[in-house]
Each structure stands twice: as C-alpha cells, then as structure tokens.
C-alpha cells in the first residue's frame, strides 16, 4: 500500500473502476458471519492473528453495511498511527462494489497529533469519525452533542480491542451507547472490536472483555491455517534466556486461553 498524507477532515470519492484488491477466503468467512449476526444488534469480536487483515476486512464490511447505507462509523484506536492506516485501508476501498449508492462521503481524523482534528470541529454531517479515544474522551459533549445525537444508527469500531477493558476505553464506550438508550434507539447501536489478542491476563482485568464485548468472538481464524495457507509467513523462533518464569505469572486459565484462542478471558 501506497502512503497516503492524510489531511484530518474532507471527503472521500468513490473510486471508478473495479477494486484490485481481492480478499482471503477467511476474510471472506468473516465478512459473511458478520452479515449473520448484524441481522440484531451486537457487540462483538473479530480475531484474526497480526497481518491477517482485520483492518481490510473490517473496512469492507462497514463500507457496504453502514456508509453504503447512510449510517454512521466511528472508529477508535489508542494510537495515531492505527489511525491513520484506517483512513489509508478507507480510501483505497471505496470502490463501486461496496459503495454502489453514495458517490462520496465525509470524514474527520481526531487525535492529539498536529496533523488530526479536534473534537470541537466534529458535525453531524460527518460519515465516520476515525478517532484516537483520549481525544473523544476530552471532548466528549462534542462527540454527542455536535454528532451522536444526530446519529439514527451507528458502528462503533474498537481497534485493538483488548485495550478496552482500560476505564478511559469504557467510559467512551457507554457514554455512547446511553445517549442511544436514552433515544430508545438501543437497537440501531453495533459495536465491533479488533484483536489479534482476546485476553488479558491482568487479575483485576480479567472477565472484563466479555463484558465489553458480550455477544464474544464473531469470527476468528488460527495462525496456523494463515501460514499453512501461505498468506502469513512461519515464524522461526530463538530461545531467549531470561530470569524470569512465565509459568508462575500465567494461571491455568491463561494458560489453556492462549491454546484455545477461541474465548474470551
């Protein structure tokens, strides 16, 4: 992928032509089990290990389910360069065959970085919000009051989704997800997270994902299918040497967690 300079609000055209990009078979499942289950509202995970394309994936859904049909996106990350790979993964999809009834929509970039926005410019006639979740939180009364408000339905898009048992994480989640309650629009309200890592091992964390995430893992696939696939390299280990025993930091349960990377902690 090409680098491309993101300017922090504007509008993106769809693109003529045919898309060149073709997704994996297992990007393809996952697309197909999140059609299943956004026929009722959720909160769910997409699990696929680092390089399988969580972000593409992703992209290619919500562009067909919710820009394509005039809902809104707002998606979140802890960092800005997770930031700005969305809006790159955003441009370089909108293609005709995911959005075949908009020619172009708008977006807003919102972080603590001099290139990205601020909360305080966000409008109700924003599309998707691509935003960094310390930004939202410090201004928080915009998010709502100048856009969510305003929102009949919503995404809502956690990346790197096992950061969201942090408390700055939560807050921004329920805060949004009240104002619907408050509407009597709890039904239009969706939430996807993205992870390569559903757990966390943290004793006073534990639990707490599934609670973020209720409805659990939508789709996962292993790393071993990817590489065996030959979509993803086999990684080559070295032992490394060190004082300390990971054996006595993990339980049992985290333990048999990282075997089965199938459940939520």
Not at 45 to 50: A, C, F, Q, R
Not at 138 to 159: C, F, Q, R
Not at 233 to 262: G, H, M, S
């Amino acid at each position: 992928m090409k680098t491309v300079q993101v300017e922090y609000s504007g509008q993106i055209q769809v693109n003529a032509g045919r898309n060149p990009r073709e997704l994996y078979l297992h990007q393809s499942e996952a697309i197909k089990a999140l059609d299943q289950k956004n026929k009722s509202p959720f909160e769910g995970l997409l699990v696929l290990p680092t390089g399988g394309g969580k972000t593409l994936t992703a992209v290619y859904w919500l562009l067909r389910n919710f820009i394509d049909q005039r809902k809104k996106v707002l998606w979140i990350a802890h960092r800005h360069e997770l930031l700005d790979q969305a809006f790159e993964t955003l441009k370089f999809s909108a293609y005709p065959s995911l959005l075949s009834d908009v020619e172009r929509f708008r977006y807003r970039v919102i972080s603590g970085h001099p290139k990205h926005d601020r909360p305080v410019n966000i409008r109700a006639t924003d599309d998707i919000i691509i935003a960094s979740k310390d930004s939202l939180n410090t201004g928080l009364n915009y998010l709502l009051d100048n856009w969510v408000k305003h929102s009949d339905a919503i995404l809502l898009v956690v990346d790197e989704a096992h950061h969201a048992t942090a408390k700055t994480f939560r807050k921004l989640i329920n805060d949004i997800k009240q104002n619907f309650e408050a509407r009597g629009k709890a039904n239009s309200f969706r939430m996807l997270g993205l992870t390569a890592t559903p757990f966390r091992t943290d004793e006073t964390e534990q639990g707490l994902l599934k609670k973020v995430f209720p409805d659990d893992i939508i789709f996962s696939e292993h790393l071993k299918t990817l590489i065996n696939r030959g979509i993803l390299a086999e990684p080559i280990f070295e032992n490394l040497e060190t004082e300390l025993n990971f054996y006595q930091e993990l339980t049992d349960r985290d333990i048999k967690a990282v075997e089965a990377f199938d459940k939520l902690a």
